[in-house]
């Protein structure tokens, strides 16, 4: 079965950064869209932001827009989040996932999903 792993989640204060990983050693991410998605305790799971697999297309919901910045180095088969300027609201389990075609924040559209890091901001 394949998997993503993610890294690079843990505690933060507010108004810190972090930046989360993606990768996976089973198959090429290359041609694959790339979510990150996050659940916060006792909510849906939310779509935070995507990219395609040229990286030509991003997309990101409101709330993260100008402080979060979805990348990916096909290289390395790896693909990132930046995340920036955090907030408490920003507390949440974020996982990535796969996909191919379109860049879409709707969990139900993606097939193959990591494990989920755990970020945290507080002071």
């Known amino acids: 079965q394949y998997q993503l792993v993610e890294s690079g989640g843990g505690l933060v204060q507010p108004g810190g950064s972090l930046r989360l990983s993606c990768t996976t050693s089973?198959?090429?991410?290359?041609?694959?869209?790339v979510g990150w998605f996050r659940q916060a305790p006792g909510k849906e799971r939310e779509g935070v932001s995507c990219?395609?697999?040229?990286?030509?297309?991003?997309n990101y919901v409101h709330s993260v827009r100008g402080r979060f910045r979805v990348s990916r180095d096909n290289a390395k088969n790896t693909v990132y989040l930046q995340m920036n300027t955090l907030e408490p609201e920003d507390t949440a389990v974020y996982y990535c996932a796969a996909k191919m075609g379109l860049c879409v924040l709707r969990p139900d559209e993606y097939d193959i999903w990591g494990q989920g890091t755990q970020v945290t901001v507080s002071a």
């Open positions: 089973q198959f090429s991410l290359h041609d694959d869209t």
């Open positions: 990219i395609t697999g040229s990286g030509s297309t991003t």
